[in-house]
Every structure is written in structure tokens, then in C-alpha cells.
């Protein structure tokens, strides 16, 4: 291994001479061999991020390169894990060096002891190649972990055995003598090669009324949910990550709170799956890079979990991925950049940060992977957070870019305790249209229609909303009055959504459509009524569409709201 | 034996630049003699083989080439003992009080480690603080952050110093200590601190850090720091439960601007380094529970908002990092209302946690919520009644608008000397709601009703 000596010692960034190293090799730095990557070289100058705090290194100590890029491990055992940026198990971390993060200690990805059921599936003889699956391991209850034959590899079986195997072990071998294991590694800052990439059309469903109905976002599509403090990204991004419908769910806390990730350490193995049953641990891997780590382990945590998703889509999976919160990632940049004394582009942030921003991004989507005809998909949910709650600001603005689907939180719902605190004027998606035809098939054939009809009486309010305030609402006419009561209906009913209420934190796809359309329902109901001549103050009396609310928060909805469907009817029918 | 240089480059603000060293650690410890003998520290910032930059805690006036600089191959400790209870200390760490040195039980590197996630307890128990607008609103929780955004002019060192005095975690035997650091506080504020501790006998369980408005800005940036290397010793180490007071987090944040200003770095937002977040992170992240531990840190940072602005980096960046935040309104306090706690834009996103049953009542959870909810309609209906005048509202509307009045009266204000306990407060609340006809109370259950309401239909 090349050797060289350290020179300049400044914060997260060192510099090296006398090494021979290649862009983004990772090398070992210092007595304690910190682990760094090579980010510039300069002439005899080579220049490294170390993940780990460099506190005492001096010049002369010696760097080490290890000649290979920054990569992950790729294998059994990544589900229900834990890691800090760098894919250093958290829990083994804690056994090596207690309960604070002290340096200098490596720790691998996968278990090496634990030993998995791997069943073949391809035989002596068959010719293979990269991304083919060789069999597969129940990696847990219900999730059926592929492996596969590493991208760039091919040639003829010549032994695969079923057996009992750790990660390391051998299992198999080529006829060009390369030997085959339940893991294989793969450098973060490189994509993972598809056989296609494929326009997404289904939706993914997060059980969140507001996503589902109004900004859907699609399997293998990117969505931003940028918003201030305290107007709910966490919470909303954890309810996407307990109730998507995806296999799979990659969740990076990229520069949050520790207790946050905590919550969800706790959380997650006492909450069930709705679709499975089972544990929602099983199907996730948690990434967590808290804001007091090591600044360049934040920077890599992204590719780390972006890597691992990409693993899992080669299998045929849906992976879901959230980042929380790709502005601590943009800063993490900022701050390498600064210390590289680049010229700073808008607020101080690199000029490369939209490239980087649009690459991550891009590693998004449905494709049919290399060596299987099932259809993998990838989609990521970037959380932004804008200084001051300013979406004009370089990070809000690159992503927007780049993301199809923008779920804007609003500081001021979240005031009026309006949560999920999605502002439905501002956000959109522009999967509507590719995913209608879906829609259309599993939930109704007007689902499209009901959709839109809503969203038109909320834009409607919102005109009405500014008469209002300069002349009161009684001064409306009867009909516009109508409108904001079916309005706050809709706002109350379907776009609110309690993620801390047992039933209501998840709402099925029938039970988001049969929402809208007892309210729709109502409202025809109502104009019918003006229309005899009934008043307004009438219409507010009837109390069956009080009791909308209540489905929100009934198991049966179903059986409730066909209940008040005939109260509403008959008291319309008295009415006239 | 660590040799001694004489070998200054070049000395700018509050660095040094030191020429043909042997090999220096980065991040170590500086001791600077001038030739008047009079001591300084520093600590290096950027090490080379051609050049060691040091930034000098006490500031470099009277530093010239002549100088003696010796590198003592270590990061910056602060020798700890539980001795530390009932004492003032210098931001940098030294006894101010008159009182002898404290003999080290241990010395400790100041720049805490990161709590392993994994390794981490969620906070869930209740920390009464015996002021209403906290307990009650925005409930503290051990182990959480909770920073009040002031403003310049508003009473926040008072509150402070009142959740010094009456803070109390509830359960048996639970020994409690609180480290107080002030930063960038004038002389006349730390005597105002230092009488009221020793007055009020709350000296006895808290470590008192003072960094005066005059002390060098460098050393500001260490006394968060020592005080919270205190905490985590008496919390993890002795098994109690402290209060971290910080105060006053702005000041901090502009040292920091002055040394990246200093060392020629590129500004990000308002001059403002760019890595700002990651190092109040490292501040505030230091609060916590820890599995199989007995002891908790909590913290109440306080900073004055510049301007009022609740955007401005310095909040904006805390609020992304703590858990929610306590919001004084200058209106309020206009008014003579104290403590002007604006309960509307504060928030503790633990409380759900920290409360209920067992831990404070049942019927905290929901009277806050129908308070909360009364009080936010009762401030809307004020601007309309300045518009069409009171007749003009309904019968609700007079009543909600007479509650928010009301409730910044008798639960929000309150005496500084008064501990309210939680159940105090809660009763209360109950006698405000009481004047509600029992169907208006949308946010509490029938049962709970029945048990608390005491108004007349």
C-alpha cells in the first residue's frame, strides 16, 4: 500500500505529501488511522476529508492509502440495522467504544458471525453475469434478500452450494476463479448499472390523505418537502417511512436531532406493517449522522443510504428512501468546500451544488434491473430545510429543479394546528397525470374527477377567503357561503390527518375516495337545497355532516359513512 | 520537557502565526508568555509543517515577537470534582468567588464526544420548571433542549434565574444540579446573577460560569463548552439530574463570526460562518439521556433575537436543532405581563412524552390543547374588534375574546418569586374554562369534563 506523510492538519481537512493516490480513494491518517478520502489533489498535495475528529494529529505522521474508493457493503443483515455515515453499525460501535463516539475504530457493515440459509437457485454449469441472482436468504420474516452476482462480473458456475453461510464465506465460484459470497461491496459515489430505466406509473401510496389524493408521488419518482422548523418534516417524513407502500425503506437522519433518531429506533419495532403485519423494522435500515458527528461522514451518509437503496432495487424491489435533511447534506459540502478555499457560489455554497444535487436525484427510479425481468423501483423524499423558511434560498432551488413532486409545509397551518401542514395551494406533483390511469383502475373510475372537484372548492375558498376578510362572510352570497363550508369541510376531513391517532395516522385509498365523495356528496345535496329556496343558516343546522370527522377515526369507516350518507339524505329530504 | 518558541510570523486579531516548529498536534493547547511574564492560552487552529496559526483566548495585545510560545501536546481540559456545586467560576474555568482552586477529581477534554444514537434514551419524563407557560403549554421534558428566543430589553435573565430557583424533577431520590454559563454578559448582569444565587441559597446545588462582555471573545466560545463537560461529568458520573442555563447564545454566535472574520474564512449567511449549525449542534446536542445511566442533561439555552427577527441565523439555526422553543413577545411585556411567554409560536416537541396519568395529570394533555385553542381564536378576534367594535361579535366571540385576556392574566403572568406547580396551573386553567359552557370544550373528553369542570350550564 502506498505510504505518504501528512503536512497540514486544519479541521476536517488534511493535507498529504509524498502519496500516490487517485481521486476518491480512502485512505488511513494519522497513528490512530482516521479514515479519510482523497477529495483534490494539487500538484504533490493531496487533499483529505477525514470522518473522524482530528483533534492531536500533527504533521509527519504517516497517511496510508488503501487504493479503493469509499464503498459499502452490500449483503444479508442491512435490514433492521443501524449505521452512523460511514456504515459503521451503531450498536457495535457502542460495544467497541461505549456510549460516545470516540475515533479510530473500524467496524464492518455485516455481521461476520451471524450465518444465513442461502438456498441456490442457479445450478453448476449456467453461465452468469453481473446483477443475475444465484438464490436467495430470508434476510427477515417476509423479505426475501436476493444475492446476486456483483455488477461487472461474469462467466460459468463452477460449485454453488445451499447451505449455511456467513457473509464472507464462500459460496460459490466462477470458472475465471472468482469467488462468491452472500456480500460484495460497491463505492457510494458511483450508481449501480440498470438494464433500463422505465417511465415511473404506479403511485406510491403513503397512507397520508393529503400525498395520496393530491400530490401523489410515484414509484421511482423524487419528491422535496422543504419547510421551517417546527412545521412538521419529521413527522411527516417518519409517517412516510412507517406507512409507504414500498418493500423496502432506506431512512437517513443526515445532520437531525439524536433523540429523533431514537424516537425511531424505539418506535419502529412495536409498529406493524398494515399490508404485512409485520414488524415495520423488518423493512428498513436506518442511517443516522446526527448534527454533532463528523462533518464529512454527514457529507457521505447521502451515497451511503442512496447505495444501499439502489442494492435493493437490483433485487426487484420497491425502496423508498428519506433523506432528513439534504440541507445539513449541502452544508456539510459548503463546509468541505470552505475549506478547500473554493471560490463560493450563491451563499457561500459550492458552485458545484446543484450537480450534485441533481446526480443524487438521479439515482432515483423505476428501472428492470441487470439480471432480473421484475421491475425494481427507487423513490427518494428529500426533506429541505430553508434558512428562515425562505424558499428562494440555493439548496430549496436546486432540488425544485430537479424533483417532480414539491410538498410545501407552511408555518402558519402548522400554528393553526393543521397537520399534516402541507399548503395545498402551493404544493403540486406532476405525476397527476401519468398515475390517473392507476387510479382509475384500483379505486374508482371518477377518482380523477373527485379529486380535482375538491381541489377546485379549496382554490375557490382561498379567492373568497380575501372578500371575507374585507367584508365579513355573512355579506357573501348564500352559494359562496356554501362553498367555504364545503371547503372547511374538505380541509377538516381530508387534508387533515392525525399521524398521533392509532387509526387515523394511516387512511387506506377507499377510505381518502368515499372522504371526498360524502363531502362532494353534501354539497350537491346543499345546492339542491338553495336552489328550493332554503337558507344557509339551515344547511350549517344539519348536524349529519358533523359526524364526517368521526369516520376519520373508526376502524369500519365504511359502514359509518353509509350511516351518515342516509342521516344526510333524510334530513335534506325534511328540509325541502 | 516542551520546548519554547520564539518564532512568531505574523500576529492578526485574535491569531498568531508561529514559524519552524517541531511537528504540533491540531487542536492543542497553547500557553503564550509575554515578555512583561504575564500568561495567555491559546489553542491551534491550522497546523503545518511551515506554519502553526493559534488563536489566543485571552486576546493578543502585548504579544510581539519576543514572545514565548510552548505547545503542551494536549486539547484543553477542565479539571472537574464534585466540589464544583456552590461555585463561581471564570468562563475559561477558574474560581472568581475568592474562594480557594478546585482540587481535580479528574480533567476532562472539553469538546464532548457525540452520544452514539444507539446508545441514546428517549426523554419521556416530566422536569417542572413552576412556571405555568412552560410546564403547562410547552412542557420541559429531562433530557430535552428548550431555548427561549428573547429579545434586547426583555426579562429573560429573570426567567432564567426564576427556572434556577424553582426547577425540580419529580421522583424519588432524584438528585438535581444546575450549571449556569453566562456569556458575553455585562459586568452589572453578572452581579445581578451572582446575588441573586447566593441570596436565594440556589448557589448550593449549581456551578456558575461567568464570561463577561470584556472577556476576550475566544474565551466565550470555550465556556459553553467547560460548563457543559461539568454537567456531563455531575449527570453520568454522580447520577444527577442537571439544567444546563446558557445565556446568551447571540453572544456566542457573533465570537464565533469574529474569529471565522479573523481567519479569513468565507462568510455564509449575514457574515455568519458557514458551519454555524454543525457547532451549535455540538453545543446543544451535548443534552440527553443515556441508556443505563441514571442521570440526564437538559438544556435552556437563551438568546436574544437580533431585531426581533425569528429568521435571523442565529435563532433560525437553533430552532433546526433543538426541540421547539419558548418565544417572549415584547407586546406582552409592554403590557406588564411577566414572564411575556408568547405561547402561540412556542413550541416543545417532547412534551406528548413528558406528560399524562402517571407523570403530571390526565387532564394536561387536553386542557392545554382547549386553552391553546381558545387563546389562538381570542387573539384573531382582537384584530377584528379593533375594525367593527365588540358589540358586533356573537355571544362565543365576546366570551373567547374576555379569555384571552384573561388567560395572559392568570396563567401566563405570574409573580418571579411564585412556584406554581403543575397541578396548580391545570386548576387554573379549569377555572377559566369553567366560565364555557360544557359543549364548547371541543378538545376535552366527556369523562374528563364530568371530573374537572366546575361551571354552571
Redesign the interface.
Known sequence: MEKGILYRIAGPVVVAKNLKAKMYDVVRVGKEKLMGEVIQIDGDKVIIQVYEDTSGIKPDEEVINTGKPLSVELGPGLLTSIYDGIQRPLPVLQELMGDFIKRGIDAPGLDRKKKWDFKATKKKGEKVKGGDILGEVEETEGVMHKILVPPNIEGKITALESGKYTVDDTIGELDNGTKIQLMHSWPVRKSRPVKQKLPPITPLITGQRVFDAFFPLAKGGVAAIPGPFGAGKTVSQQQLAKWSDADIIVYIGCGERGNEMTEVLTEFPHLTDPRSGRPLMNRTTLIANTSNMPVAAREVSIYTGITIAEYYRDQGFSVALMADSTSRWAEAMREISSRLEEMPGEEGYPAYLSTRLAEFYERAGRVIPLGTDKEGSISVIGAVSPPGGDFSEPVTQSTLRVTKTFWALDAKLAQRRHFPSINWLTSYSLYLNQLSPWFKESVSADWTETVAHCMKILQEEDKLLEIVQLVGSDSLPEKEQLTLEVARLIRENVLQQNAFHDIDTFSPLPKTYRLMKIILHFSSLAQGSLGRGMRMKQIIATKAKDRIANAKFEKDYDKLLTDIEHEMQEEFNKLG | MLKEYKTIEKIAGPLIFVKNTE??????LVRIQLPSGEIKNGQV?????DIVVVQVFEGTSGIDKETKVKFLG??IKLAVSKDMLGRILSGAGKPIDGGPEIVPEKRVEI?????????????SEFFQTGVSTVDAMNTLVR??KLPIFSGSGLPHNEIALQIARQSKVVGEGAKFAIVFAGMGITNEEAQYFMRDFEETGALERAVVFLNLADDPAVERLITPRMALTAAEYLAYEHDMHVLVILTDLTNYCESLREIGAARE?????RGYP??M??DL??IY??A?M??G?KGSITQVPILTMIGDDI???IP??T???T???IVLSRELHRRGVYPPVDV??S?SR?M?SGIGGKKTRDDHKQVSDQL??FY?EGRDLRGLVAI?GEEALSERDRRLLHFAAEFEDNVVRQSNREDRSIQQTLDIGWKLLAKFPKRELSRISPELKEKYWKGTE
Do not use: M
Request: aromatic share 10%; proline share 9%; net charge negative.
Open positions: 511537528p504540533i498536534g491540531y487542536a492543542d487552529l491550522d497546523t503545518s509543517k494536549e486539547n469538546i464532548g464526544a457525540a452520544i452514539n444514537p444507539f446508545s441514546r434514551n428517549s426523554p433530557g430535552q474564512e468565507v462568510p455564509g449567511r458557514g458551519y449549525y454543525t449542534a455540538s446536542e451535548r440527553g443515556i441508556k445511566r429568521t435571523h441565523p433560525d439555526l430552532g433546526y436543532i426541540e421547539g422553543q402561540l409560536p413550541l417532547l406528548n391553546y385553542a389562538a367593527v
